[in-house]
């Protein structure tokens, strides 16, 4: 029989290509709305589609190891020590892809105590005694040694997947000079880094080489090994047991038990309902039609599914010219275009300058292109319809909306920003950019346009009202994926939040460049005078910043006790240095965690400072979908990471003052407010009790513990209560309260213990709410605002319990975000009702800071408490704190 009629069996190394598959794709770009990282899943089925559709072969099987133990690891426990863990996007992946090979009815083969290269091997060598020819797919180089006449290795490149290497007898000749059966000892002597298997010093593949040309094996060149002379010779008789050990490890295993015989692999038509299953699940859209299509497609089976999937995506609609409309043609147009779409029209602001110059509209068949001039008659109804509360649907709208405002634009009527609807459906997701949004909810490709044209090359007008047009479709597909709370958080909370910040936005907040300037100096001052400290505790000057001289003088130096390892040696991040300190206090460390602290409080002064512009304000950008709890996060400067409690943190503040024209600064804060929250989800009767008495939350719960009475309950007894109260919100062990209160774990235990047997309503509710999550999926605050949580489901346990831990405190802190906002949105429309011109000008965390209007204070502080206060109906008060000053430190309370 010749090799063009033998049957041809493809095995494939399933870790590895999957593997390389996740390093090959950009991981953001895939995941699905539950949070689900598809990107390994994607990039190996296209590889495998590729593979099948090149190589046709008649039988096939996908080996996947079953973990990092086997026999190799029992023979010599450091092989493959030194592997990263796991990319946590990757965990959950390997089970999605042997679910989606399982409807296409492809096999996956394991073996307990063995790796998917023994699997291979093994088929490898029945399959030639069967008569086939093999393909090996891997990007193991151990595999090498499989080639011959029959087997051919097909080993992707560093540029991933899609380009594979075809190595038969004569390209490994071609590449290594050596027989396939001897790359084994080539590696054995030069030592395989990714398995941690550590060759002979200073032998290299040319040496290696060199020496199997003269003594034709590893055994060969043992038996020599004293006629070898020089350097690497004496290395050679010193370390031969590494590379002993090297050759029985990386010998691949010919005659594991398999369950299967190579007959059995033959390829089967797949299963269409499955395959449907699984590829809607994973939202390969595009993907399905390429499975389906295997071999041609043929038969009823790909028939039925390519007739599925057509119905399931079926055709865009033709991209509509954009029309030049203006005075009554567009009044006229605006007005059919409604009827067509009640829902709102799409609307896209053309920005140049951080003003507005045009303006894109949307229906679902048409599209208008407006240029836009300020004081031109024939935009009047642009202009009305803009400033009236029909309903528009924008992406990004907040950017777009603070241009309006710039020109003098009204705005009103915002029923959708489709960045934030996407955020809400996948607040852990990448999708940022309407083209993302576009490729995900209509699986198409937004068309781009180059910079030196006017028009996109696949559209017959311009980019802006084709954006327009995009939007309200992309609207209608987020829309029909929001559940009917989600959809509440989007109308209730977040459309009238975004109007909030664009006013935050464009006020900003004066800050005196004289005092952070001056604050800046003094703080560089302190840096260098500690860093001459720690210079003269170790003698002579070091780098810092630099974690491998730190190392040095730590480890080398002051023989201080290792930290936790970490790829360059071993940590000297902030938490590490810190325990070291409390365990093996030394001046120099004490001298270098002061220099950390100034260093970095001058950076933080320095970006402030940079910030302010001309009229003496800084004006941050308020991120709404920043977070995956709901919580607003702020950047370009964040002022959400100023220290609290420190006097330099304290001095920052003071250079945040009140504005030209303002009294004051009103400050306003929640008191406790997650612990509220807890009280309420949790019905705690202790926690309720403690709260609408109006008690010191910390001192009750402590008298309670401790079994004293308030006034009895010492401030370390409070100090332990509170970091245990906050640390339970959000998932903290024992251990982790021990390190962080500095006290032995037994006694966190205990402190756990007496907690719970005190308020067990608490420790009900914080198992219930994630037992509800593993059947759900997702979390829910009190409003209906959802987070999900795949990890729950997942076979890894370190990112198990790191959703376990994030789903406790999900429905608290996500609920402190939506009472926030509430409040937010009540306060800004109390503020324009009542015709005031005080403003809200920051939101950090759990408090807001008000610019004073002269003769406001009194009615500005009374809406902000009603407003604040009323935000939600709880079980318990929600307090609020309110302070007066020049400036936000004064202000504090």
Same mark, same amino acid.
Do not use: C
């Given at each position: 029989?010749?090799?063009?009629?033998?049957?041809?069996?493809?095995?494939?190394?399933?870790?590895?290509?999957?593997?390389?598959?996740?390093?090959?794709?950009?991981?953001?770009?895939?995941?699905?709305?539950?949070?689900?990282?598809?990107?390994?899943?994607?990039?190996?089925?296209?590889?495998?589609?590729?593979?099948?559709?090149?190589?046709?072969?008649?039988?096939?099987?996908?080996?996947?190891?079953?973990?990092?133990?086997?026999?190799?690891?029992?023979?010599?426990?450091?092989?493959?020590?030194?592997?990263?863990?796991?990319?946590?996007?990757?965990?959950?992946?390997?089970?999605?892809?042997?679910?989606?090979?399982?409807?296409?009815?492809?096999?996956?083969?394991?073996?307990?105590?063995?790796?998917?290269?023994?699997?291979?091997?093994?088929?490898?060598?029945?399959?030639?005694?069967?008569?086939?020819?093999?393909?090996?797919?891997?990007?193991?180089?151990?595999?090498?040694?499989?080639?011959?006449?029959?087997?051919?290795?097909?080993?992707?490149?560093?540029?991933?997947?899609?380009?594979?290497?075809?190595?038969?007898?004569?390209?490994?000749?071609?590449?290594?000079?050596?027989?396939?059966?001897?790359?084994?000892?080539?590696?054995?002597?030069?030592?395989?880094?990714?398995?941690?298997?550590?060759?002979?010093?200073?032998?290299? @593949?040319?040496?290696?080489?060199?020496?199997?040309?003269?003594?034709?094996?590893?055994?060969?060149?043992?038996?020599?090994?004293?006629?070898?002379?020089?350097?690497?010779?004496?290395?050679?008789?010193?370390?031969?047991?590494?590379?002993?050990?090297?050759?029985?490890?990386?010998?691949?295993?010919?005659?594991?038990?398999?369950?299967?015989?190579?007959?059995?692999?033959?390829?089967?038509?797949?299963?269409?309902?499955?395959?449907?299953?699984?590829?809607?699940?994973?939202?390969?859209?595009?993907?399905?039609?390429?499975?389906?299509?295997?071999?041609?497609?043929?038969?009823?089976?790909?028939?039925?599914?390519?007739?599925?999937?057509?119905?399931?995506?079926?055709?865009?609609?033709?991209?509509?010219?954009?029309?030049?409309?203006?005075?009554?043609?567009?009044?006229?147009?605006?007005?059919?275009?409604?009827?067509?779409?009640?829902?709102?029209?799409?609307?896209?602001?053309?920005?140049?300058?951080?003003?507005?110059?045009?303006?894109?509209?949307?229906?679902?068949?048409?599209?208008?292109?407006?240029?836009?001039?300020?004081?031109?008659?024939?935009?009047?109804? =642009?202009?009305?319809?803009?400033?009236?509360?029909?309903?528009?649907?924008?992406?990004?709208?907040?950017?777009?909306?603070?241009?309006?405002?710039?020109?003098?634009?009204?705005?009103?009527?915002?029923?959708?920003?489709?960045?934030?609807?996407?955020?809400?459906?996948?607040?852990?997701?990448?999708?940022?950019?309407?083209?993302?949004?576009?490729?995900?909810? =209509?699986?198409?490709?937004?068309?781009?346009?180059?910079?030196?044209?006017?028009?996109?090359?696949?559209?017959?007008?311009?980019?802006?009202?084709?954006?327009?047009?995009?939007?309200?479709?992309?609207?209608?597909?987020?829309?029909?994926?929001?559940?009917?709370?989600?959809?509440?958080?989007?109308?209730?909370?977040?459309?009238?939040?975004?109007?909030?910040?664009?006013?935050?936005?464009?006020?900003?907040?004066?800050?005196?460049?004289?005092?952070?300037?001056?604050?800046?100096?003094?703080?560089?001052?302190?840096?260098?005078?500690?860093?001459?400290?720690?210079?003269?505790?170790?003698?002579?000057?070091?780098?810092?910043?630099?974690?491998?001289?730190?190392?040095?003088?730590?480890?080398?130096?002051?023989?201080?006790?290792?930290?936790?390892?970490?790829?360059?040696?071993?940590?000297?991040?902030?938490?590490?240095?810190?325990? =070291?300190?409390?365990?093996?206090?030394?001046?120099?460390?004490?001298?270098?965690?002061?220099?950390?602290?100034?260093?970095?409080?001058?950076?933080?002064?320095?970006?402030?400072?940079?910030?302010?512009?001309?009229?003496?304000?800084?004006?941050?950008?308020?991120?709404?979908?920043?977070?995956?709890?709901?919580?607003?996060?702020?950047?370009?400067?964040?002022?959400?990471?100023?220290?609290?409690?420190? @006097?330099?943190?304290?001095?920052?503040?003071?250079?945040?003052?009140?504005?030209?024209?303002?009294?004051?600064?009103?400050?306003?804060?929640?008191?406790?407010?997650?612990?509220?929250?807890?009280?309420?989800?949790?019905?705690?009767?202790?926690?309720?009790?403690?709260?609408?008495?109006?008690?010191?939350?910390?001192?009750?719960?402590?008298?309670?513990?401790?079994?004293?009475?308030?006034?009895?309950?010492?401030?370390?007894?409070?100090?332990?209560?509170?970091?245990?109260?906050?640390?339970?919100?959000?998932?903290?062990?024992?251990?982790?309260?021990?390190?962080?209160?500095?006290?032995?774990?037994?006694?966190?235990?205990?402190?756990?213990?007496?907690?719970?047997?005190?308020?067990?309503?608490?420790?009900?509710?914080?198992?219930?709410?994630?037992?509800?999550?593993?059947?759900?999926?997702?979390?829910?605050?009190?409003?209906?605002?959802?987070?999900?949580?795949?990890?729950?489901?997942?076979?890894?346990?370190?990112?198990?319990?790191?959703?376990?831990?994030?789903?406790?405190?999900?429905?608290?802190?996500?609920?402190?975000?939506?009472?926030?906002?509430?409040?937010?949105?009540?306060?800004?429309?109390?503020?324009?009702?009542?015709?005031?011109?005080?403003?809200?000008?920051?939101?950090?965390?759990?408090?807001?800071?008000?610019?004073?209007?002269?003769?406001?204070?009194?009615?500005?502080?009374?809406?902000?408490?009603?407003?604040?206060?009323?935000?939600?109906? =709880?079980?318990?008060?929600?307090?609020?704190?309110?302070?007066?000053?020049?400036?936000?430190?004064?202000?504090?309370?």
């Amino acid at each position: 029989m010749s090799d063009s009629e033998k049957p041809t069996l493809m095995i494939i190394d399933g870790h590895s290509l999957a593997f390389r598959a996740f390093y090959a794709l950009p991981v953001d770009s895939f995941q699905t709305r539950t949070g689900q990282h598809t990107n390994a899943i994607h990039g190996f089925l296209s590889m495998l589609l590729l593979l099948l559709k090149n190589e046709r072969p008649t039988h096939l099987a996908v080996a996947f190891d079953i973990s990092r133990s086997s026999f190799r690891t029992r023979d010599y426990p450091e092989y493959k020590g030194t592997r990263n863990e796991t990319p946590s996007e990757f965990a959950g992946q390997i089970p999605l892809l042997q679910e989606a090979l399982a409807a296409m009815n492809i096999p996956t083969l394991t073996k307990e105590d063995y790796e998917a290269d023994d699997i291979l091997a093994t088929l490898s060598v029945q399959g030639t005694a069967a008569g086939y020819n093999v393909l090996v797919v891997s990007g193991d180089r151990d595999t090498i040694q499989l080639v011959n006449d029959n087997v051919t290795l097909l080993y992707p490149s560093a540029m991933g997947v899609s380009q594979l290497t075809r190595y038969d007898p004569a390209r490994v000749r071609e590449r290594y000079g050596i027989e396939p059966h001897q790359y084994p000892d080539i590696a054995a002597l030069v030592g395989e880094t990714s398995d941690n298997l550590i060759g002979i010093s200073k032998v290299g @593949e040319k040496t290696a080489l060199k020496w199997l040309g003269l003594y034709g094996s590893l055994d060969g060149i043992l038996e020599h090994a004293e006629e070898i002379k020089g350097v690497v010779g004496n290395n050679l008789r010193e370390q031969k047991e590494n590379a002993i050990r090297n050759r029985r490890l990386n010998r691949l295993i010919t005659d594991v038990e398999l369950p299967v015989t190579v007959d059995a692999l033959e390829r089967a038509s797949m299963n269409q309902d499955s395959v449907r299953e699984v590829f809607d699940k994973l939202e390969f859209k595009a993907l399905l039609d390429r499975v389906i299509k295997l071999e041609g497609g043929e038969g009823p089976v790909a028939d039925a599914i390519i007739e599925t999937a057509a119905e399931l995506r079926p055709e865009p609609p033709k991209t509509p010219a954009a029309q030049f409309l203006q005075g009554e043609e567009l009044t006229g147009w605006i007005a059919r275009a409604e009827k067509e779409s009640p829902e709102g029209l799409g609307v896209t602001v053309e920005v140049f300058d951080g003003r507005p110059i045009g303006f894109g509209l949307a229906s679902p068949t048409e599209t208008v292109s407006l240029p836009w001039q300020k004081d031109r008659s024939d935009h009047a109804p =642009l202009e009305t319809w803009l400033a009236g509360d029909s309903p528009k649907i924008m992406h990004d709208a907040k950017f777009q909306l603070k241009a309006l405002s710039r020109a003098g634009l009204a705005f009103n009527g915002l029923a959708v920003d489709t960045l934030v609807a996407g955020w809400l459906l996948r607040p852990g997701g990448p999708d940022k950019t309407l083209a993302d949004l576009v490729t995900r909810y =209509l699986d198409e490709s937004l068309p781009v346009v180059d910079p030196n044209q006017l028009v996109p090359d696949d559209s017959s007008g311009p980019i802006i009202p084709l954006e327009a047009w995009y939007t309200l479709r992309v609207a209608a597909g987020v829309l029909a994926m929001l559940d009917d709370g989600s959809r509440r958080v989007l109308t209730d909370i977040e459309m009238p939040t975004l109007r909030v910040l664009v006013d935050m936005e464009l006020s900003g907040v004066a800050v005196s460049h004289d005092q952070l300037s001056a604050l800046s100096v003094q703080l560089g001052d302190r840096a260098a005078g500690l860093a001459a400290s720690a210079f003269a505790e170790i003698g002579r000057e070091v780098n810092l910043g630099s974690p491998k001289q730190l190392q040095e003088v730590l480890f080398d130096q002051l023989g201080m006790p290792k930290t936790r390892a970490n790829k360059t040696g071993f940590s000297t991040d902030a938490g590490a240095l810190a325990d =070291l300190q409390a365990s093996n206090p030394h001046p120099f460390l004490d001298l270098l965690l002061q220099h950390r602290d100034a260093t970095k409080l001058r950076q933080i002064v320095e970006t402030l400072d940079k910030a302010i512009d001309g009229t003496g304000r800084i004006h941050t950008n308020y991120l709404q979908i920043g977070t995956t709890t709901g919580r607003i996060s702020s950047n370009d400067p964040n002022l959400q990471n100023i220290p609290i409690k420190t @006097e330099e943190g304290r001095r920052i503040r003071a250079a945040f003052q009140a504005g030209d024209g303002a009294e004051a600064l009103l400050t306003a804060d929640y008191s406790q407010i997650e612990m509220r929250i807890m009280a309420h989800l949790s019905e705690d009767a202790g926690l309720i009790e403690a709260f609408n008495a109006g008690e010191d939350l910390h001192r009750f719960v402590g008298s309670r513990i401790f079994g004293v009475e308030p006034a009895e309950v010492t401030p370390q007894m409070r100090t332990k209560v509170k970091a245990m109260s906050y640390g339970l919100a959000y998932g903290l062990s024992a251990f982790g309260l021990s390190k962080q209160l500095r006290i032995e774990t037994a006694e966190a235990k205990q402190l756990m213990s007496d907690y719970f047997a005190r308020f067990g309503a608490v420790r009900d509710y914080l198992r219930r709410v994630v037992e509800q999550a593993k059947v759900d999926g997702y979390t829910e605050t009190i409003f209906g605002r959802r987070r999900p949580f795949p990890d729950l489901a997942s076979p890894n346990r370190v990112l198990r319990d790191n959703a376990e831990r994030a789903a406790l405190n999900a429905p608290i802190q996500g609920s402190a975000a939506d009472i926030m906002k509430f409040a937010m949105i009540g306060i800004h429309a109390d503020l324009r009702s009542g015709g005031l011109d005080s403003r809200m000008l920051l939101q950090v965390h759990d408090e807001l800071i008000f610019d004073v209007a002269p003769g406001e204070w009194d009615a500005l502080s009374s809406i902000v408490t009603h407003q604040m206060g009323s935000a939600a109906e =709880l079980l318990v008060p929600l307090e609020v704190q309110v302070g007066r000053g020049a400036n936000w430190d004064d202000a504090a309370h």
